[in-house]
């Protein structure tokens, strides 16, 4: 985001501060899907999809 937009990484962070945890996923898949093309290479999923879900668990089944 510092490369695309003129403003300073504090407010990135503030606006950021801002989203629903849900509103992050979202913009994190979508930054994800454009990274690799998977919107005009839909093949590219399998390469590089991300499963947001299956990572959460795993996440929280290490906190247990």
């Given at each position: 985001?510092?490369?695309?937009?003129?403003?300073?990484?504090?407010?990135?962070?503030?606006?950021?501060?801002?989203?629903?945890?849900?509103?992050?996923?979202?913009?994190?898949?979508?930054?994800?899907?454009?990274?690799?093309?998977?919107?005009?290479?839909?093949g590219n999923r399998e390469?590089f999809g991300i499963n947001?879900?299956?990572?959460v668990d795993m996440i929280?089944?290490?906190?247990?």
């Amino acid at each position: 985001m510092l490369e695309e937009t003129r403003l300073h990484g504090a407010e990135i962070k503030y606006r950021f501060s801002h989203f629903s945890p849900s509103d992050r996923v979202s913009l994190i898949e979508a930054m994800w899907d454009k990274m690799f093309m998977i919107d005009l290479y839909p093949g590219n999923r399998e390469r590089f999809g991300i499963n947001w879900d299956e990572i959460v668990d795993m996440i929280l089944r290490k906190q247990t």
